[in-house]
């Protein structure tokens, strides 16, 4: 099997995979109504109560329009609330609500319960594949995807 077959296989393979795991994921955040950006935001307030629109916008890397705008829907769903810092009105706290705590623990237990019966599939081999996919993730790390990549690679076909 040539180089550019072995290519081909992985990225047929790789978003196989992203497609049949984010079927699974997609079922889950539709019936609650979010988008993935609404979930990201709420994930991140999950990990980190108290963080602020600001600190969402960079560490997502987005617009502070565009936080505002996911908060406000998520707020109006019920799910985050914006705190007061007792020493600057202009610094607002994020956090979750009651609700927004279960959904992101449905959603959490949800995507453990799958993975657990994906694990007990690999049988034997769920240590040699979390191995490869660990290495991917050092690898994915070492090359960000928002790296940009220049036109002439894009362009060329070779993708």
Do not use: C
């Not at 985050?80 to 992101?104: I, M, Q």
């Not at 657990?116 to 050092?138: F, I, K, P, Q």
């Amino acid at each position: 099997m040539g180089e550019q077959d072995k290519v081909a296989r992985f990225r047929k393979a790789y978003w196989t995979l992203v497609h049949n795991l984010d079927s699974f994921r997609l079922r889950i955040w539709e019936e609650r109504g979010l988008t993935l950006p609404q979930l990201r935001v709420l994930f991140l307030i999950r990990r980190h109560p108290g963080i602020t629109t600001n600190e969402v916008a960079s560490s997502l890397g987005i617009t502070m329009s565009t936080v505002s705008g996911l908060v406000d829907k998520l707020v109006r769903a019920g799910l985050v609330e914006r705190g007061r810092h007792p020493e600057d009105r202009r610094v607002v706290p994020l956090r979750l609500t009651p609700e927004g705590e279960a959904v992101t623990g449905e959603i959490r237990q949800g995507d453990r319960v799958y993975l657990a019966r994906l694990a007990e599939l690999l049988g034997d081999d769920l240590g040699e594949v979390t191995d490869t996919l660990e290495r991917l993730v050092r690898l994915v790390e070492q090359l960000p995807a928002s790296q940009e990549i220049s036109s002439r690679e894009v362009g060329d076909g070779s993708g």
